[in-house]
């Protein structure tokens, strides 16, 4: 098995709701990662998790709240967001640490969550 | 009119020529540099990577080339195929994988 699958796919909230999106790999990789990409702009990264406890945070608004229960899963709370969040929310994963020894940032990517914020 | 940032640079090619797709990057810094596609409505897929202490590495009909004194990175793609449409990003990293702008190549029959 070597996807990433990313639910649900499309989603459509108001400003005052709470939601989540979810992300599940099962081929034993150690580092989850949350990437948010607006149309036509690269990828931009949110949150990236190793073995299970957040590595980095780049600056995002608290309204995202990122979990990762256990080695397979990673969810992105939602809360309160802007219309300006619509986008489409990728998750990725890889081996270990992007950078680290044995990786060079081979990221396995679901097809994404695509939020709209009403 | 639509603003300058809505539009990707785009590349046409006729099928069977080869691709040249190039990339700027910003930190001197960067370990290693990738080559990532993306079709419509799917996530990125890696394609190749490249070391900083290499200048140029080939896959199956892919060649990244790698200048760190211009800081370019290039990707070339043998004999474009119609499969070969979509948006291309070259991506930096060090501890982090952080996404370039994109290319998209468009490939006529």
């Known amino acids: 098995d070597t996807e990433v699958t990313q639910t649900p796919k499309h989603l459509v909230m108001g400003m005052t709701n709470k939601k989540s999106l979810k992300c599940e790999q099962h081929?034993?990789?150690?580092?989850m990662y949350w990437y948010k990409q607006k149309a036509k702009k690269p990828p931009e990264l949110m949150f990236v998790y190793s073995y299970e406890k957040l590595s980095i945070n780049e600056s995002v608004p608290s309204r995202f709240s990122p979990e990762c229960p256990n080695s397979s899963l990673l969810n992105l709370h939602l809360h309160a967001l802007q219309p300006e969040d619509s986008a489409l929310y990728l998750c990725a994963s890889s081996q270990v640490l992007a950078g680290g020894p044995g990786n060079t940032g081979e990221l396995f990517f679901g097809e994404g969550s695509r939020l709209t914020v009403l | 009119g639509e603003s300058v940032g809505l539009h990707l640079p785009t590349l046409s090619v006729q099928e069977g020529d080869n691709s040249i797709i190039n990339c700027a990057y910003s930190n001197s810094a960067s370990d290693y540099f990738i080559w990532y596609k993306q079709e419509s409505g799917k996530g990125p897929q890696f394609i190749i990577d490249?070391?900083?202490?290499?200048d140029k590495r080939q896959g199956q009909r892919v060649t990244v080339l790698l200048n760190k004194t211009v800081k370019h990175l290039s990707l070339q793609i043998a004999a474009t195929q119609p499969g070969d449409s979509a948006v291309y990003f070259c991506a930096e990293g060090s501890y982090k994988l952080i996404f370039g702008s994109g290319t998209r190549l468009l490939v006529r029959p």
């Open positions: 490249i070391r900083s202490n290499m």
């Open positions: 081929m034993g990789h150690r580092a």
